[in-house]
């Protein structure tokens, strides 16, 4: 048996969708309350798709590095699929990895001028970055850079922990 309550109605009323007096809501509080679910149900969209993009990217940021970074010379295939991971990895993505790996890429496909250009950026960027210093001054190197070089050898002496 239902008890009665002068404040919440019967008391399966929060659980019917009825209101205090027994009857469905209706006029603004059904509006409001589909209006609430769809906000509710767009946030949670939007949520999954964000962190499914992001899953999407940190596997093609994965998928790249293996091509770039593998021991085998990358073939034109290689290169142009290595490419559409990077493209794809960097929608999005505040992380500067994508950039590096790029740098990587134009050093593999001989173009060190290229990849100055890129690493350059990041080390702007985040001028605390070890991999993105040693990746400059391997394509200064390459492109016959010598104060780009001297300037990323010693900031990496700088930020590389020091052996004893």
């Known amino acids: 048996m239902l008890t009665r309550s002068?404040?919440?109605?019967?008391?399966?009323?929060?659980?019917?969708?009825?209101?205090?007096?027994?009857r469905p809501p209706i006029g603004d509080d059904?509006?409001?309350?589909?209006v609430a679910r769809i906000v509710v149900?767009?946030?949670a969209v939007a949520a999954a798709a964000w962190f499914a993009l992001g899953i999407r990217q940190s596997i093609d940021t994965s998928r790249a590095s293996a091509l770039i970074t593998g021991p085998a010379p990358l073939s034109a295939k290689d290169v142009s699929r290595a490419s559409s991971l990077l493209?794809?990895?960097s929608t999005l993505n505040p992380d500067r990895t994508v950039d590096i790996l790029r740098g990587q890429l134009a050093i593999?496909?001989?173009r060190p001028a290229a990849a100055v250009a890129m690493?350059?950026?990041?080390?702007?960027a985040e001028p605390q970055n070890l991999s993105a210093w040693v990746q400059l001054a391997y394509a200064a190197a390459g492109a016959g850079d010598h104060t780009v070089l001297t300037l990323a050898g010693?900031?990496?002496?700088?930020?590389?922990p020091k052996q004893r």
């Not at 969708?17 to 027994?22: I, R, S, T």
């Not at 690493?119 to 702007?124: D, G």
């Open 6 to 22: 002068p404040v919440i109605g019967d008391t399966l009323a929060g659980y019917s969708g009825l209101d205090g007096a027994g």
């Open 30 to 34: 059904l509006t409001i309350s589909i």
């Open 41 to 43: 149900l767009g946030v």
């Open 87 to 89: 493209h794809s990895a």
């Open 108 to 110: 593999d496909q001989h």
């Open 119 to 124: 690493l350059e950026s990041v080390t702007r």
């Open 154 to 160: 010693h900031e990496v002496s700088k930020l590389f």
